[in-house]
């Protein structure tokens, strides 16, 4: 039995990828848990020296080990903060606009006020930021070209009743990643969009067994039949700030399961 075990094991075809980062600068908003930590994990271990962004004072102030990384308070609805930020940086290869919440401030974002609220947080605040590193990104030579990505949403294609802020925001971060790049063409810097499907983070897995997803939205809209992992949206997001995907941008990749098919 033993025998065969090796064999089965030693005739299992790979298909991994690495990617080297070395010597590169990232930045990564809301990277202090979920999505955003596991990209800025696997830029940190691919090389890169990695900046996250969070909104609590320190890096003490958070359970999650972020020690491996540069961290920066920085409140994506405050333009002084965003600026600050902007401001506090030097080199910079990659830009990942992650940072994001629906009912920002706990608003209901059917009222006026709660719209605007989710709009500064999640589309003005990342155009705001992306558009002050404009300088760094277009001054950097990596190999491949500086990349911007940022991280979309199935809202982004597809209705959000209750939270129509946060919706009409993402389906605004897609416009602006097309605009982005065609005007910055030119500069070398690459603009592209990543939309996660149902993935499980810190946020919403005490969601997941809720009839509505787990049947509704895993169930019946998911093809894969299964929620994503951070680590699944990770590889997505790196091979497009690589060099094999120099000829890559103005472009939104659905990380979905099949999601979108449905």
Known sequence: MAELGDRLVADRKMNSVSFDFTGSHVVVTGGTSGIGYAIASQFAKSGAAVTITGTRSSARDYDTD??????????????????????????????????????AGGQDEWEPEGYAAALAVNLIGPMRLTVGCYDRLKASSVSGGPSVINILSMSSFRSAMSVPGYASAKSGLLALTMNLARRWAG????????????????????????????DVEIGQHTPL??????????????????????????????????????
């Open 225 to 262: 039949g299964r929620p994503g992992t951070a680590e699944d949206v990770v590889g997505t997001v790196l091979f497009l700030c690589s060099s094999a995907a120099s000829f890559i941008t103005g472009s939104a990749f659905a990380v979905d399961g099949g999601y979108l098919t449905v």
């Open 187 to 214: 500069d070398g810097i690459r603009v592209n969009g990543v939309a996660p499907g149902i993935i499980d983070t810190p946020m919403i897995h005490a969601a997941i067994e809720l009839p509505v997803i787990k």
């Open 66 to 103: 972020i020690g491996g990384f540069t961290y920066q308070q920085c409140q994506m609805s405050d333009p002084r903060s965003i600026d600050a930020l902007v401001d506090s940086l030097g080199d910079l290869d990659v830009l990942v606009n992650n940072a994001g919440a629906n009912f």
